[in-house]
Nanobody, 126 residues
Framework: QVQLVESGGGLVQAGGSLRLSCVAS????????MGWFRQAPGKAREFVAA????????YYTDSVKGRFTMSRDNAKITVYLQMNSLKPEDTAVYYC???????????????????WGQGTQVTVSA
């Protein structure tokens, strides 16, 4: 069983920055593929950033490209989401997700992941 714990959310003005962290349990974190998703009130959970299954490189949804950066530190069993130039439309609960099932998958699909954190609220004021 893998547990994921997010932190780093909060209230920030438009144009500001936040860094989200997601600490994972498990002895094989380096083999997990990780993703970040978000869910705004009344909306479906949507893809933000994720690692490609075949090489671990990251890719992003168009609305955050150039503003968000996903990274990981295997020694700290942590994945990060650096969010810059935040906009009010980035307001949502942000979730990290982990996949430890081998093989190909769709990184942008929530159904591809085996484990989820509890989420952290990000609120961006205008």
């Amino acid at each position: 069983q893998v547990q994921l714990v997010e932190s780093g959310g909060g209230l920030v003005q438009a144009g500001g920055s936040l860094r989200l962290s997601c600490v994972a349990s498990g002895r094989t974190f380096s083999s997990y593929r990780m993703g970040w998703f978000r869910q705004a009130p009344g909306k479906a959970r949507e893809f933000v950033a994720a690692e490609r299954w075949y090489d671990g490189t990251t890719y992003y949804t168009d609305s955050v490209k150039g503003r968000f950066t996903m990274s990981r530190d295997n020694a700290k069993i942590t994945v990060y989401l650096q969010m810059n130039s935040l906009k009010p439309e980035d307001t949502a609960v942000y979730y990290c997700a982990a996949r430890d099932t081998p093989g190909s998958y769709a990184p942008g699909s929530p159904g591809s992941y085996d484990y989820w954190g509890q989420g952290t609220q990000v609120t961006v004021s205008a």
